[in-house]
């Protein structure tokens, strides 16, 4: 009997179950599948992680204080998690924050969160931005706050595997399976517990259950009570190689992480779902090395 069964081994589960292992009393385990070694129809694979990237925008400036704070904390943690693990998934390259104009509600209210949060950013007005960042073609009234220190951005796939090799270390038990089913059961005590059953058959009983699975939550009989109120919010997402050896990409070698919300510049590509709106949201990574070699 488990004292805590943490299902979806991303990187919420992933570091719940640290958490939860932080004291020796907890007998706690962690379940989700691995990442697919293929992507195809035939791997008979209808769950993933929203986790299999090698990049992923982490910073403290927001709109919201607490979402602020709550971050700030976060990012603290990070060079503890990798000396501990082993395991390096921070790149402290900096973020920018940006919008069109000083009047731009988004960046007031960015400004606002980082003075209540105690973050640290400078700022930029048009010429300076364009001075610096050269790179980026955006409208000509930006203005700008950037963050140099507790932002950039973490490799996620190497968070989930220091984040659960510390977990295991302090006792955790990882089961690389997805659950098909949860119900309670009665305990010969008369106390109760919770059944845990996966797709491959195997049982498992804990007294508490913790659900980290996000969009999944409503695949398999999770919570076969409950219906979710989900909406599908479509996002283009692009990858692009780049080549260093041109002058115009090697001053991208030190480009922070990018947000900015605000009026398309006008020479900017819109899909046809964002055609003739007034104000766009995008985000963009700075040059991140994968797997294969590519930039």
């Known amino acids: 009997m488990y004292d805590l069964c943490i299902i979806g081994a991303g990187m919420i589960g992933s570091s719940a179950a640290r958490h939860?292992?932080?004291?020796?009393?907890n007998k706690v385990c962690l379940i989700g599948p691995s990442e697919p070694k293929e992507r195809s129809k035939g791997n008979n694979c209808d769950i993933y992680g929203a986790y299999y990237d090698e990049a992923r925008i982490t910073r403290s400036c927001s709109t919201d204080v607490i979402w602020a704070k709550l971050a700030l904390e976060s990012?603290?943690?990070?060079?503890?998690?990798?000396?501990?693990s082993g395991i390096k998934f921070y790149h402290e390259v900096g973020n920018i924050m940006a919008g069109a104009g000083s009047n731009s509600s988004f960046l007031k209210s960015v400004r606002s969160a980082a003075i209540q949060s105690n973050v640290e950013t400078e700022s930029f007005d048009a010429e300076m931005f364009r001075k610096h960042f050269s790179y980026?073609?955006?409208?000509?009234?930006?203005?700008?706050?950037?963050?140099?220190?507790?932002?950039?951005?973490?490799?996620?796939?190497?968070?989930?595997?220091a984040e659960q090799t510390l977990a295991s270390q302090q006792g955790c038990t990882i089961i690389d399976n997805v659950v098909h089913k949860i119900e309670r059961?009665?305990?010969?005590?008369?106390?109760?517990?919770?059944?845990?059953?996966?797709?491959?058959?195997?049982?498992?009983?804990?007294?508490?259950?913790?659900l980290t699975t996000g969009a999944f939550t409503s695949f398999?009989?999770?919570?076969?009570y409950l219906k979710f109120d989900f909406q599908i919010i479509p996002r283009l997402v692009i990858l692009a190689e780049v080549d260093f050896s041109t002058d115009a990409m090697k001053q991208m070698r030190s480009m922070p992480c990018f947000i900015y919300e605000g009026p398309p510049h006008k020479d900017w590509k819109m899909m046809d779902y964002v055609k003739g709106r007034q104000e766009t949201s995008l985000y963009i990574m700075p040059p991140v090395k994968y797997p294969d070699g590519t930039v």
Not at 20 to 25: D, E, M
Not at 185 to 210: E, F, P, Q, W
């Open 20 to 25: 939860a292992t932080l004291s020796s009393n």
């Open 75 to 84: 990012i603290r943690r990070y060079r503890d998690i990798e000396n501990k």
């Open 136 to 161: 980026l073609k955006v409208p000509d009234n930006v203005q700008a706050e950037l963050e140099t220190t507790n932002a950039g951005f973490i490799n996620p796939r190497k968070l989930v595997e």
């Open 185 to 210: 059961i009665v305990c010969s005590d008369g106390t109760y517990a919770m059944k845990v059953v996966t797709d491959s058959g195997r049982c498992i009983n804990a007294r508490k259950v913790l």
């Open 220 to 224: 398999r009989q999770l919570v076969p």
